[in-house]
Structure formats: structure tokens, C-alpha cells
């Protein structure tokens, strides 16, 4: 995969995937406070997959893991959209991805997960999408309980989202819970004992 003009074509190809560590997600705005890129909401997104496939034994976890992983790949070249964005601006998200892998080895693969993510019909494509919300989800409960009135409503929108009996049961565990009781939960031990 090398060219005598430049470097390896899956080089580039890993230049444009990192561009995602500096593209930020939009919806942030609306909201008045928080802040993401593409790449960090990713990184949530597999773990939430991860989990929402282990809670589903019919699902299969790698092709689960592969269509959240490579979700919002094409947003390096189109940037993140939010829901009103969406309604005005239109991304060619398909063609963005094509041009993205159109001559690496794994391209057919890459695409085909990207057109049974878009198509949400499959058990994983539907976990996917719910590890997706949850991510989301995750960083709203955060906002609201520092304060944020407009987290609530937003949680109530993404709950609709949700496709899966587990989705649902995970969103319902994580709206009960409180973000930083992880920290507390053991402060005699970790806070007192040297």
C-alpha cells in the first residue's frame, strides 16, 4: 500500500480516523453546557455495545462491537450533525465513507457494516443504535444532576429512541443512578485508610 509520492494509503487512512479525536459533537450547544468529540462518544459507544450484546444472548458481539465502532466514521470528512442540523443540512455520509475506504482491503467490510447500521434492522444494527442513545444518555444524567433544567427534557426525547429491551432497562438503571456514587462507594476505605 505504498505510493512513491507519499505514505502508505492505510497511513492516511489512520490521519483521517484520528480526525475524529478533534471533531466536535454539535449537540452540545443547544444544550448550553458539556462537551464531546466524535472519538470520545465512540469510545462510550463500543463499551455500551459491549454491555447491550452480553445482555442479549442472541446477539453477536463482535458484529455488535463492529457496527458501533465505525458508526460516526464518516463524520471525520462531514463533521457531526446534531437533530436541528439535520433538518437543514444534509451529509453525504455514504459517500463520505466511500471515498474513506474505497481502496483499502477492508473497505467492502467497513461498508457493509455501515449499510446494516444505517438499515437498523438487525438485532446488533438496533443494539448499536442503543449504545448510540445511551452514550448520550450517560453524559445528560451527568449535566442534570449539576444542574442543567434542559437535560431532563432531553432525556425524555432519548428514551423514545431506544429499540431494545435491554436499551430501555439500561436507560432506566442509568436515570435512577447517581453519576458519581461509583466514587463514594467505598470512601472509608479509599479516603480515610492510608
Given at each position: 500500500?505504498?505510493?512513491?509520492?507519499?505514505?502508505?494509503?492505510?497511513?492516511?487512512?489512520?490521519?483521517?480516523?484520528?480526525?475524529?479525536?478533534?471533531?466536535?459533537?454539535?449537540?452540545?450547544?443547544?444544550?448550553?453546557?458539556?462537551?464531546?468529540?466524535?472519538?470520545e462518544h465512540s469510545f462510550g459507544v463500543v463499551i455500551l455495545?459491549?454491555?447491550?450484546?452480553?445482555?442479549?444472548?442472541?446477539?453477536?458481539?463482535?458484529?455488535?462491537?463492529?457496527?458501533?465502532?465505525?458508526?460516526?466514521?464518516?463524520?471525520?470528512?462531514?463533521?457531526?450533525?446534531?437533530?436541528?442540523?439535520?433538518?437543514?443540512?444534509?451529509?453525504?455520509?455514504?459517500?463520505?465513507?466511500?471515498?474513506?475506504?474505497?481502496?483499502?482491503?477492508?473497505?467492502?467490510?467497513?461498508?457493509?457494516?455501515?449499510?446494516?447500521?444505517?438499515?437498523?434492522?438487525?438485532?446488533?444494527?438496533?443494539?448499536?443504535?442503543?449504545?448510540?442513545?445511551?452514550?448520550?444518555?450517560?453524559?445528560?444524567?451527568?449535566?442534570?444532576?449539576?444542574?442543567?433544567?434542559?437535560?431532563?427534557?432531553?432525556?425524555?426525547?432519548?428514551?423514545?429512541?431506544?429499540?431494545?429491551?435491554?436499551?430501555?432497562?439500561?436507560?432506566?438503571?442509568?436515570?435512577?443512578?447517581?453519576?458519581?456514587?461509583?466514587?463514594?462507594?467505598?470512601?472509608?476505605?479509599?479516603?480515610?485508610?492510608?
Amino acid at each position: 500500500m505504498t505510493s512513491e509520492s507519499g505514505p502508505t494509503r492505510l497511513a492516511n487512512f489512520l490521519f483521517e480516523v484520528s480526525m475524529l479525536k478533534r471533531t466536535p459533537r454539535t449537540g452540545y450547544q443547544f444544550l448550553g453546557q458539556g462537551s464531546e468529540t466524535v472519538a470520545e462518544h465512540s469510545f462510550g459507544v463500543v463499551i455500551l455495545a459491549f454491555i447491550l450484546a452480553r445482555m442479549n444472548p442472541e446477539a453477536d458481539l463482535i458484529r455488535t462491537l463492529l457496527l458501533a465502532l465505525f458508526h460516526d466514521l464518516g463524520e471525520a470528512r462531514t463533521g457531526d450533525l446534531n437533530y436541528l442540523n439535520k433538518r437543514y443540512v444534509t451529509a453525504n455520509e455514504d459517500q463520505a465513507l466511500a471515498d474513506a475506504v474505497w481502496d483499502l482491503p477492508f473497505g467492502p467490510e467497513l461498508l457493509k457494516n455501515w449499510e446494516e447500521w444505517r438499515g437498523g434492522v438487525t438485532l446488533e444494527a438496533k443494539l448499536a443504535a442503543d449504545a448510540d442513545q445511551l452514550d448520550m444518555v450517560l453524559e445528560l444524567r451527568r449535566l442534570e444532576t449539576l444542574g442543567s433544567t434542559q437535560a431532563a427534557d432531553w432525556l425524555f426525547y432519548a428514551r423514545k429512541r431506544l429499540k431494545t429491551d435491554g436499551g430501555c432497562a439500561l436507560f432506566d438503571e442509568i436515570v435512577q443512578a447517581d453519576p458519581i456514587h461509583w466514587w463514594f462507594e467505598r470512601k472509608e476505605e479509599y479516603w480515610v485508610r492510608k
